[in-house]
C-alpha cells in the first residue's frame, strides 16, 4: 500500500485535458517543495517530468504542470495525445519514513 | 548526457545473494545522491535504498533492511547494491537512479535502463 494516493486509472480523448491527482501527509507532500512526477510509456524506464510540483525539466512539452495545494498534488495533460498512453508516479521524500515514497501509479489511457 | 548503465542482475535461487553495479557518466558522480528503485513485472515503482554524495548516509526500505546494502566507489563512478538473503519477493527490474541534490532526498531526475533480478528456485 502506497502512502501516496494516486487513482489507478485516468483517460480521455485527444486533445481533452486529463489531471491526475496524488494525495500525500505533512510528512510528505506538505512539507518540502520536492513533489516530483514521472511517466513511464511501455516498455521503457521512468522518465522526470514535473520537479518541485510544479517545474518542467528541459524538452518536457508545456502541455504538462503540475500543481500543489497542502498535502496534495495534480498533473494536468492539455492536448492529449496518443503518445501520453503510459503510467504516471508521483513521489516525494517522506520525512517521518526517512525514504523516497511513490505513488500507486495512474495508467492513462487515450481513448 | 547522464548515463546510467545497470548490470549483475540474472537469475539466482531464494537465500543466494547477487551484487548489482551502475556504472554513471555524462556528470559529476561524486556531486549527486544515488537511488536504486525497482518495479516487479507489471507493478508500479518502489524505492529500495538512496546514499548520499560522499556515501556517509544511507537509508533504504522497510522490506530490504537488514539484507540490502547500497554503497558507491566515487573513485569509479560506480553505485552498487549488494543483496543477501533473497527471497522470491525480489523480483524485479532495478534501476539505478541519479537525485537531483548532494543528499538524497530531493527527488530521482535521471533513470537508468534497468537490470531484471529474478529470485526462483
Known amino acids: 500500500q502506497s502512502v501516496l494516493t494516486q487513482p489507478p486509472s485516468a483517460s480521455g480523448t485527444p486533445g481533452q485535458r486529463v489531471t491526475i491527482s496524488c494525495s500525500g501527509s505533512?510528512?510528505?507532500?506538505?512539507?518540502?517543495?520536492?513533489l516530483n512526477w514521472y511517466q513511464q510509456l511501455p516498455g521503457t524506464a521512468p522518465k522526470l517530468l514535473i520537479y518541485r510540483h510544479d517545474q518542467r525539466p528541459s524538452g518536457v512539452p508545456d502541455r504538462f504542470t503540475g500543481s500543489k495545494s497542502g498535502t496534495s498534488a495534480s498533473l494536468a495533460i492539455s492536448g492529449l495525445q496518443s503518445e501520453d498512453e503510459g503510467d504516471y508516479y508521483c513521489?516525494?521524500?517522506?520525512?517521518?519514513?526517512?525514504?523516497?515514497?511513490f505513488g500507486g501509479g495512474t495508467k492513462l489511457t487515450v481513448l | 548526457q547522464v548515463q546510467l548503465v545497470e548490470s549483475g542482475g540474472g537469475a539466482v535461487q531464494p537465500g543466494r545473494s547477487l551484487r548489482l553495479s551502475c556504472a554513471a557518466s555524462?556528470?559529476?558522480?561524486?556531486?549527486?545522491?544515488m537511488h536504486w528503485v525497482r518495479q516487479a513485472p507489471g507493478k508500479g515503482l518502489e524505492w529500495v535504498a538512496v546514499?548520499?554524495?560522499?556515501?556517509?548516509?544511507?537509508y533504504s526500505a522497510d522490506s530490504v533492511k537488514g539484507r540490502f546494502t547500497i554503497s558507491r566507489d566515487n573513485s569509479k563512478n560506480t553505485l552498487y547494491l549488494q543483496m543477501n538473503s533473497l527471497r522470491v519477493e525480489d523480483t524485479a527490474f532495478y534501476f539505478c537512479a541519479r537525485d537531483r541534490g548532494y543528499t538524497g532526498n530531493y527527488g530521482i531526475d535521471n533513470w537508468g535502463q534497468g537490470t531484471l533480478v529474478t529470485v526462483s528456485s
Open positions: 505533512p510528512s510528505n507532500i506538505g512539507s518540502n517543495n520536492n
Open positions: 555524462g556528470f559529476t558522480f561524486s556531486g549527486y545522491g
Open positions: 546514499i548520499s554524495y560522499d556515501g556517509i548516509k544511507q
Open positions: 513521489a516525494a521524500w517522506d520525512d517521518s519514513l526517512s525514504g523516497l515514497i
